[in-house]
């Protein structure tokens, strides 16, 4: 299984997007410690984990999480952790045939 996930920082008002095969808790322990951060969460740190979202491939979430990162638009990303359906539809919309 894999996961897409979505953090917010109070400090620096912005969102990371990323993708793991780890459980999103565990990954955002990985980016809340100081020696496992990578530079950009390390600025913003504590982050807060504000949505997941479940993927059957590597591959899915990856394209999952290339299409949020396209999007830039901090309203998308709101809506995303606001409404589950929107959720839904785009992990449908790259669900491997």
Not at 22 to 27: D, F, G, N, Q
Not at 60 to 73: D, G, P, Y
Request: glycine share 2%; with cysteine; proline share 3%.
């Amino acid at each position: 299984m894999f996961y897409v996930y979505i953090l917010y920082s109070e400090r620096i008002h912005r969102c990371y997007i990323g993708s793991t095969a780890l459980a999103p808790k565990e990954r955002l322990q990985q980016h809340n410690s100081v020696d496992k951060s990578t530079p950009f969460t390390a600025k913003g740190q504590p982050w807060m984990l504000v949505s997941s979202m479940v993927c059957t491939t590597r591959l899915q979430a990856l394209r999952v999480e290339r299409h949020i990162k396209r999007m830039k638009s901090k309203v998308y990303i709101q809506n995303l952790v606001t409404y589950f359906e929107m959720r839904e539809k785009l992990i449908a919309r790259y669900a491997e045939h």
